[in-house]
């Protein structure tokens, strides 16, 4: 992918005000950036080749207020793209492309269930 493409892709984001293209986007965002969660997290937990204190030092570092809403960002990060790929699943493969648009909204209520959750368990 260029620039030039990248920035089609965020005129059409901002012409086209459709919840569709928003999913669109927050799927591609999110999968990247849970794969660049998932590369520091392998890399934090590679220290306990290093031994335990080690170990333990890396994982400290996420103990902190920082690291909880590290966690809260990861959360729904994980949940956007998987109830994303779950509507996406649906609408495929079982021909529910006619209404996409309100299981984005149904996938959208869970999310903000799974937010509010989230909220109550990592943060407070």
Do not use: C
Not at 80 to 98: E, Q, S, Y
Request: glycine content about 6%; aromatic content about 16%; charged content about 15%.
């Amino acid at each position: 992918m260029n620039i030039q493409s990248l920035k089609e892709g965020i005129k059409d984001l901002v012409k086209n005000r459709n919840p569709g293209m928003y999913a669109f986007w927050a799927h591609r965002i999110t999968g990247v950036a849970v794969t660049v969660f998932l590369f520091l997290h392998i890399w934090t937990l590679s220290t306990v080749f290093r031994g335990k204190d080690a170990y333990d030092y890396a994982i400290s570092k996420f103990d902190t207020k920082v690291g909880y809403i590290f966690q809260y960002v990861l959360l729904l990060a994980v949940a956007v793209h998987l109830l994303n790929g779950i509507r996406i699943t649906f609408a495929d493969f079982w021909g529910l492309t006619r209404i996409q648009k309100k299981l984005l909204w149904i996938s959208l209520f869970v999310f903000f269930l799974i937010a509010a959750v989230g909220v109550t368990t990592v943060l407070l």
